[in-house]
Nanobody
Framework: QVLLVESGGGSVQAGGSLRLSCAGS????????MAWFRQAPGQAREGVAL????????QYADSVQGRFTISRDDAWNKVYLQLNSLEPEDTAMYYC??????????????????WGQGTQVTVSS
């Protein structure tokens, strides 16, 4: 059974930081492209960041470029998202996702096979 479990969400003031974690099991984690998505109420799910296998290549949404950093630790089957300089517009449920090993996998929800339940991030002004 594939399981992705997110943690680390919370409530912070604008300008603050959070570190999200996602622990995977039931999959060959090292061979999966990993990503973070977010969804605010009434809005579509949005790709935030993606990290390819080996951790050498990443991709970010324009809205978070320079503020968020994705990383992975395959020895522990974990992927992380460091959120800095948070803004109220970053308020959303954040989801971890796993997809196939492809060097050109796009940061869109339909490209990913497995999803966690999400962790809430709330940023107040």
């Amino acid at each position: 059974q594939v399981l992705l479990v997110e943690s680390g969400g919370g409530s912070v003031q604008a300008g603050g930081s959070l570190r999200l974690s996602c622990a995977g099991s039931g999959i060959a984690f090292y061979s999966m492209t990993m990503a973070w998505f977010r969804q605010a109420p009434g809005q579509a799910r949005e790709g935030v960041a993606l990290i390819y296998t080996g951790g050498g290549s990443t991709q970010y949404a324009d809205s978070v470029q320079g503020r968020f950093t994705i990383s992975r630790d395959d020895a522990w089957n974990k992927v992380y998202l460091q959120l800095n300089s948070l803004e109220p517009e970053d308020t959303a449920m954040y989801y971890c996702a796993a997809g196939p090993r492809r060097p050109d996998l796009p940061l869109i929800a339909t490209a990913f096979n497995y999803w966690g339940q999400g962790t809430q991030v709330t940023v107040s002004s």
